[in-house]
């Protein structure tokens, strides 16, 4: 008899999702805009003008991301994306998942990826230089004697590259996986096949846990930050 079920389970908040989006979207126009003025010497005002409405929506939104990273609960939090020993090992099986183009099982996570949450933290302090940059180098372009002019075009080719590999994997994970990770993101909610509750699997290299265990995981690690 078949053991396994399914599961639809609300992941997401609205305000992260929100955030999440917005973000994309406006990162990809001054992706856009930003290369088109870098090798244009005298660019059009319009492109200009589409390049700073771009950044009036990102600022906000990036808040929003920040405040939930911080001052939020469950997978908004910070918790949710900080590495520890399981999440390292499940982070390798996901390398291992990339590096066999998906002949390798994915393993099992809750909310964010075990690989991708700790480099999400690494790519907003990138948007947060790259914003800063943006914001005053035209008033103050140069920080001592770093031109902050460089330091956003090195930032533009650190968030391409993170922009392109972040599209790519998802639509792998989308494609390989079953958590429906891409409309997740939309929706809020994740689907798991959940199979009777195994505590850990010692024979393979990749964990399988049942899904409270992940949601307990999650809870347990919040709890952990909270106190003194």
């Known amino acids: 008899m078949n053991s396994n079920g399914i599961q ?49 929506f990102l600022i906000p939104a990036f808040l929003l991301r920040l405040y939930l990273l911080f001052f939020s609960t469950g997978t908004d939090h ?40 700790p480099l999400y933290l690494l790519l907003f302090l990138f948007l947060l230089f790259q914003i800063l940059s943006g914001t005053f180098q035209q008033s103050h372009p ?15 080719y650190v968030i391409t590259g993170f922009t392109i590999v972040h599209i790519l994997t ?16 939309i929706n809020g909610h994740r689907i798991f096949i959940l199979k009777k509750p195994i505590s850990t699997q010692q024979s393979g290299d990749v964990q399988s846990v049942s899904l409270d265990e992940l949601r307990r995981s999650l809870k347990n690690k919040k709890r952990s930050n909270n106190e003194p």
């Open 8 to 56: 639809r389970i609300s992941v997401w908040s609205r305000a992260l999702r929100i955030a999440h989006w917005v973000m994309a979207v406006a990162v990809v126009v001054l992706i856009v805009t930003g290369w088109r003025m870098e090798s244009d010497p005298l660019p059009a005002p319009t492109l200009l003008d589409d390049h700073f409405l771009a950044a009036a």
């Open 78 to 117: 910070i918790s949710d994306c900080e590495p520890d020993m399981n999440r390292l090992r499940s982070a390798a099986a996901v390398l291992k998942y990339y590096f066999s183009l998906g002949r390798s099982p994915l393993p099992n996570w809750y909310a964010h990826n075990p690989l991708w949450g």
């Open 170 to 185: 998802v639509f792998l994970h989308d494609l390989g996986g079953s958590g429906s990770d891409i409309s997740a993101m």
């Open 142 to 156: 140069y920080l001592g004697m770093i031109n902050l002019h460089d330091v956003h075009i090195i930032g533009a």
